[in-house]
């Protein structure tokens, strides 16, 4: 019983204080995450039911990734000038409109044509939807906020994707249909429920600040940089749950809703698992989370040559779950830890774009190495990418730490070198600092 209490005191506490405007969102999230289709079956689709090769399914997917890429970019700058509530309308029709049309064109060049739309439209929304739940939402319950949203985003993809697993089996049509039914009463629900929070414009000095930090500074921080490499090794491997695991369980015999079962799994535990993990890895050595989490996920997708049952599978998306679960904060952590407070837009940005770029990179490598090598070879790839960004965060952070105790010692230096400027005599008009000092 005092667990219990204890259990409902926290979710309390979890749910508490937000406003009605971020529910309403958080729930268009759920909503929209609930009927995804596309992204998780596309492959499967395109191999099982079209009876395309293995190469051509990533050039779709990569294709969907392209468009998901350019429109981050654009969807950021549609919230900033229309508005977020235009901008999260005029995306998520799109996406009604464009996953409908998917599921009626048959010709290989329209098909890649139309996931490219389908890409763009789905992802412009993405933007919108954090820099509206950043205004409607106090800085200190953010973090919080950002939780539960990404707790939707898994909850519905665990449910989705069990239960489109069941519905490829009947009809894919049927399926891309749902999805855009749904994507549509999102809109509709942003349309009734949530009204504009674009704030007012800002002031010249904070507008000064932040044009002070540009791309080319983003791309000159050797450090910053670094993370950004190092994390899309890291997305390279996560994509393989929805690019190489369903190519290679449908080349082994198993079915859609087989691999959606295992797949669901993933969904699964990071709603269960993800704060309770997170409270316990906030106070630990980061260094030694990311190499543990990198390792562990590459290996967790190279214990997949040797899983001959869905069951097995199933437990190898626990090994990568549990990774992804681990990096994810801690590497987030680390992103705001190196970005400037009046640059970190232009910061997450470039951290964002890593794992659109992976996205759009790992279809087609994944489909290569399939067609040309086995599905055995994409899973030691995967131990040796995951081995490396173990490597590479182990050095990284050493740097880190040591900038770190350097900025120590020479703050220290400085307020040393203060000291014995105050006890000096003062000079003319009592001003004690010397000539040339600023």
């Known amino acids: 019983m005092p667990y219990v209490l204890r259990a409902r005191r926290a979710v309390r506490e979890t749910v508490s204080g937000l406003p009605r405007e971020f529910w309403w969102l958080w729930t268009s999230t759920l909503v929209n995450r609930l009927g995804a289709f596309v992204a998780t079956f596309m492959a499967l689709y395109l191999t099982l039911d079209r009876g395309y090769s293995a190469t051509y399914a990533g050039l779709v997917a990569a294709l969907h990734g392209l468009g998901g890429v350019l429109s981050s970019l654009g969807g950021g700058v ?18 009604a409109v464009s996953v409908a ?46 939780s539960l949203n990404y707790w939707a985003i898994n909850l519905g993809f665990a449910v989705s994707s069990m239960a489109a697993g069941f519905i490829a089996e009947v009809s894919y049509r049927a399926g891309f ?7 549509m009463a999102c809109a509709i629900l942003v349309f009734l429920r949530l009204p504009e929070s674009k704030p007012a414009e800002p002031t010249v000095r904070t507008a000064a600040l932040e044009e002070s930090v ?33 190519v290679a369980m449908g080349e082994a015999g198993f079915t859609p809703a087989e691999y959606g079962m295992a797949i669901a799994v993933n969904g699964v535990l990071i709603v269960v698992l993800q704060i309770p993990v997170t409270r316990f890895i906030e106070h630990r050595d980061p260094g030694r989370l990311l190499v543990v989490s990198s390792v562990l996920a590459g290996y967790g997708f190279a214990l997949t040559a040797f899983a001959g049952s869905v069951g097995v599978i199933a437990l ?37 774009m890593s794992w659109s770029v992976a996205a759009l990179v790992a279809p087609l490598l994944s489909g290569f190495v399939i067609d040309r090598f086995g599905a055995e070879w994409l899973w030691g790839s995967c131990a040796v990418l995951g081995t490396v960004a173990g490597a590479g965060y182990a050095v990284l952070m050493r740097r880190v730490a040591e900038d770190g105790e350097k900025a120590v010692a020479e703050a220290g230096a400085g307020a040393e070198a203060a000291d014995g400027l105050r006890a000096l005599p003062a000079g003319p008009g009592g001003d004690t600092r010397r000539s040339g000092t600023p």
């Open 78 to 95: 549609m919230a900033d000038r229309l508005g977020r509530r235009p901008t999260l309308l005029i995306a998520q029709a799109s996406t």
């Open 101 to 146: 049309l998917l599921g009626f064109v048959h010709d290989p060049v329209a098909i890649a044509g139309v996931a490219f739309l389908v890409g763009m439209a789905s992802n412009a929304s993405r933007p919108a939807v954090q820099a509206m739940m950043a205004d409607i939402v106090r800085p200190e319950d953010r973090i919080r906020a950002f």
């Open 177 to 183: 249909l749902i999805e855009a039914g749904m994507t």
């Open 214 to 246: 540009s791309l080319g500074t983003v791309l000159r921080d050797g450090r910053f940089m670094s993370v950004v490499g190092l994390s899309f090794l890291i997305a390279l491997i996560f994509q393989q749950g929805s690019v190489g695991l369903p």
């Open 316 to 352: 190898t998306v626990c090994v990568w779950t549990l990774a992804e679960i681990v990096n994810a904060p801690t590497q987030t952590g680390l992103v705001v830890r190196l970005s400037p407070v009046h640059g970190r837009g232009r910061y997450q940005g470039m951290y964002t």
